[in-house]
């Protein structure tokens, strides 16, 4: 039985070669490994499935299963559904599998690159008319890999899949065996975090140990210029001091502010049959009135910062430019229209 799996490799480029190197094949159909070593998980066959081949030449298919890469970048890159075939002397990459998968090869100047969504992944180089990878000749790493996908299981995709959060906040992750394990590149720098996330330096931090919704921290936010599809133009946070849990509410217009307090302080009063004490706020127009009145008709305390003391609200301020960061990254990183950063707090993970 001969399936319409092909390898556009050829008998003479078989020969002298070593069982560590990859070579990428834009002809052949699926990735192919004559090493049963580098497999990580191997399901072998005896079905008489053949590999054809470019000479018209067939070889038996034992097997197939996952490979992981551990490429020259430091990145780790897991191929999927790879065919074991022993009779073939060199492990084929597909060119046209890595195209499927959204990464682009570029061939130029006898040097190969790979890359996906615009992140760096590997490179190789011409040799003997074709392109051999740079790949770290390890089998012992496939043996502990717990990737689960085919994809890049590095910091750098977690790091992008969460918002460009802090490193630490992945490792908790990772321990917490929330996402798969991989190591964390202490030396990389996120140049969409250097573009995004840009400020002065921080000011001394107070601590205070206060009760649920003692105190709650406000601030409206207007984020981008470009108001989103449902017309909003702003965010208002509400943050309790003593969790740190965060309400998060989009807004057409500032003057809505009352309306979302409102509706904040229904639930959570509600929620845990506790009353709020005090607010906290800036001193913008959407706090003044009637935001100030019905906090004093409701006997809450409404403390506002002095003018032009941000920091005084620190809290509120701080989560204000972990939201934007986080939001702005994402747009940055994914080429999606700035309209949708309010379909992108909805994606967002608060820790």
């Known amino acids: 039985m001969i399936t319409d799996v092909t390898a556009m490799i050829s008998e003479v480029n078989l020969l002298d ?11 052949a159909t699926r990735h192919v490994c004559h090493d049963k070593s580098c497999f990580i998980n ?3 066959l ?6 054809f081949m470019g000479n018209a030449a067939t070889a038996d298919i034992k097997g197939v299963g996952d490979v992981i890469l551990k490429m020259t970048s430091g990145k780790d890159l897991k191929l ?19 195209n499927k998968f959204g990464f682009k090869l570029v061939f130029e100047s006898d040097k190969f690159v790979l890359s996906k969504s615009g992140m760096f992944v590997g490179k190789g180089y011409a040799l003997n008319g074709m392109f051999k990878m740079n790949v770290i000749a390890s089998n012992n790493m496939n043996k502990a890999s717990t990737s689960s996908a085919y994809m890049l299981e590095c910091s750098n995709v977690w790091h992008g899949r969460l918002g460009h959060v802090n490193y630490n906040s992945i490792r908790r992750l990772i321990k917490l065996d929330y996402i798969p394990k991989f190591d964390i590149d202490s030396n990389h720098k996120c140049p969409t975090c250097v573009e995004a996330k840009l400020t002065r330096s921080s000011f001394q931090t107070i601590k ?21 599809s449902g017309g909003n133009r702003y965010f208002i946070t509400f943050i309790d001091d003593s969790t740190k849990y965060c309400y998060i509410y989009l807004l057409k217009s500032k003057d809505e502010a009352k309306d979302k307090f409102i ?13 709020i004490k005090v607010v906290r706020s800036d001193r913008g127009g959407e706090y003044v009135s009637p935001y100030a009145e019905f906090c004093a008709q409701n006997g809450i305390r409404h403390e506002f910062t002095a003018p ?10 701080r989560k204000n430019r972990t939201l934007k960061e986080m939001v702005t990254a994402m747009l940055i990183s994914s080429g999606l229209h700035q309209n949708l950063w309010g379909k992108s707090f909805c994606r967002l993970i608060i820790f």
């Open 80 to 98: 999927r559904d790879v065919l074991y075939v022993p009779e073939l002397r060199k492990n084929l990459a597909s060119g046209w599998v890595f």
């Open 263 to 275: 509706l904040y302080k229904n639930e959570v009063e509600n929620q845990l049959n506790k009353k």
């Open 208 to 228: 205070r140990n206060t009760k649920h919704l003692y105190l709650i921290h406000t601030n409206v936010c207007h984020l981008k210029t470009i108001p989103t």
């Open 42 to 44: 191997l399901k072998e």
């Open 17 to 27: 070669v070593n069982s560590n190197d990859w070579w990428i094949d834009t002809g």
């Open 308 to 317: 032009y003391s941000p920091q005084q609200n620190g809290i509120a301020e």
């Open 46 to 51: 005896d079905d008489g499935k053949k590999l």
